[in-house]
């Protein structure tokens, strides 16, 4: 089949990568799939758990609580690490080293802790209450925690890093000259950011928007500590399918359903990518 000796080797190199992602990726949401269409005990297949699952308001609203604030996430991560990543891309290569290092160091430290850390300032003795009471803008401690500004805050800082890392990346290989070329061209600084910088950065946009959605989504620690009881997301409601109700089908839907965003998602970018590459 493969008369080219490198061939065969390049194959051999790369057969046990290929059963390896087969085995302990392809395989196992295979059978997620076929347990989540399945129709009964039998062989039939359809959509029924999918159309119970949503027929129930209490799952439709953490359904859509869990897009929303992923998407808030993504959007706010974009914003804050654009100017970031071209700060970060900018520094000189003596001491970019270092800041590559601050970057990553949040990635270093387990995200339990991170998360208690905010449990921290959120609370009700909290720094960030206590800030509020002396400054004067409210009279007594607001009630942060157990919220979605306290999920949504905790997974801003928990996967800010994945999209600083992309677009920086990203940022590093624009060729130097474009942006003040553009400049002299009579663009200004927002017209230099949507004509040059953001169309020839958008793989990095890609790939950070699809981690750091895909991290939201996913997530069980952060919401779990932050959101509690009240603000449920799709993977606590997972868990406690599992775990409380022991209901392995419903668990099979909503895991069916994170995959299905999560393609949706990386999709969708990857279609405004090339959207915007071929204008």
Do not use: H
């Not at 991560?77 to 700060?87: C, F, H, R, V």
């Not at 803008?137 to 905790?154: C, I, K, M, N, Q």
């Not at 959101?227 to 392995?248: A, H, I, R």
């Amino acid at each position: 089949m493969f008369a080219d000796p490198k061939k065969r080797l390049g194959l051999l190199l790369v057969l046990p990568a290929l059963i390896f992602i087969v085995v302990c990726f392809l395989l196992p949401v295979l059978a997620l799939l076929v347990d989540a269409f399945r129709v009964g005990d039998g062989m039939q297949w359809g959509v029924d758990r999918f159309i119970a699952f949503f027929s129930q308001e209490f799952n439709r609203t953490i359904f859509w609580r869990t897009l929303r604030i992923a998407v808030l996430v993504t959007l706010a991560s974009i914003i804050l690490g654009y100017p970031a990543a071209q700060a970060v891309a900018r520094v000189s290569p003596k001491w970019r080293g270092l800041v590559v290092g601050m970057m990553i160091l949040p990635l270093m430290v387990s995200p339990i802790a991170r998360t208690y850390a905010w449990i921290v300032l959120l609370g009700r003795n909290g720094a960030l209450n206590a800030a509020l009471v002396n400054m004067g803008f409210t009279d007594e401690p607001l009630r942060l925690l157990f919220s979605e500004f306290a999920v949504f805050v905790g997974l801003l800082q928990l996967l800010l890093p994945l999209m600083l890392m992309s677009l920086a990346g990203a940022l590093e290989n624009l060729p130097r000259d474009v942006e003040p070329a553009a400049a002299t061209l009579g663009a200004n600084p927002w017209q230099v950011f949507c004509k040059v910088t953001l169309p020839l950065t958008q793989e990095g946009l890609v790939v950070g928007g699809t981690l750091v959605f895909t991290g939201c989504v996913t997530a069980y620690v952060t919401p779990a500590l932050l959101g509690g009881t009240k603000v449920l997301m799709l993977e606590t409601l997972l868990y406690q399918k599992v775990s409380v109700e022991s209901d392995f089908g419903a668990a099979n839907v909503i895991a069916v359903i994170l995959v299905c965003m999560t393609l949706l998602v990386n999709a969708g970018l990857k279609r405004i990518s090339s959207s915007r590459s071929s204008v």
